[in-house]
T-cell receptor
């Protein structure tokens, strides 16, 4: 079945540590997105990529980094510069603009 | 700038009664609009979308929504709630004509009482 796979499901970060969240899709979608979700809030866009080897900052990119070396993969690194990283992170993809985004099941990141 | 306001953070209904989840938007152009549902610790699943075709849009699981440009609204309805409908619902609007970014509302938690 086609879909988006996020791993791990749960992740713990120590102070000063960078962690990387994985997102893989086999839908052959060009566009991929990373969102952050905090309790009781909507989704906020961190980064997005419309095509391989290209990505743009979203609304809350500070303290995060991404890469898009392959069409199917869009990993997100939460750096030590992100002072409040505890959240639920969602990855999404879409064929192109104006088409619905398809979501993975998320990664919950917590601070040790 | 585009924005989305979901007017109720929580809605509680009894099983078998109608559901109404309200969404208002602001946009400087003609946007596409979406409703998504999220169950606990899961990603978002598309319920339905409006992309400038028919103003009454039918989605999955018996949900539908009506686009009203004059009221800048896109409310989600269902005639009869099921226990399985209990979840978080999000309304979203495209940010630009390219449609490659979405702005989400804050979400509405739907509770269904037996």
């Amino acid at each position: 079945d086609g879909g988006i796979t996020q791993s791990p499901k749960y992740l713990f970060r120590k102070e000063g540590q960078n962690v990387t969240l994985s997102c893989e899709q086999n839908l052959n979608h060009d566009a991929m997105y990373w969102y952050r979700q905090d309790p009781g809030q909507g989704l906020r866009l961190i980064y997005y990529s419309q095509i391989v080897n290209d990505f743009q900052k979203g609304d809350i990119a500070e303290g995060y980094s991404v890469s898009r070396e392959k069409k199917e993969s869009f990993p997100l690194t939460v750096t030590s510069a992100q002072k409040n990283p505890t959240a639920f992170y969602l990855c999404a993809s879409s064929i192109s603009g104006n088409q619905p985004q398809h979501f993975g099941d998320g990664t919950r990141l917590s601070i040790l | 700038a585009q924005s989305v306001t979901q007017l109720d953070s929580h809605v509680s209904v009894s099983e078998g009664t109608p559901v109404l989840l309200r969404c208002n938007y602001s946009s400087s152009y003609s946007p596409s609009l979406f409703w998504y549902v999220q169950h606990p610790n899961k990603g978002l699943q598309l319920l339905l979308k409006y992309t400038s075709a028919a103003t009454l849009v039918k989605g999955i699981n018996g949900f539908e929504a009506e686009f009203k440009k004059s009221e800048t609204s896109f409310h989600l309805t269902k005639p009869s709630a099921h226990m399985s409908d209990a979840a978080e619902y999000f309304c979203a609007v495209t940010r630009n004509n390219a449609g490659n970014m979405l702005t989400f509302g804050g979400g509405t938690r739907l509770m269904v009482k037996p």
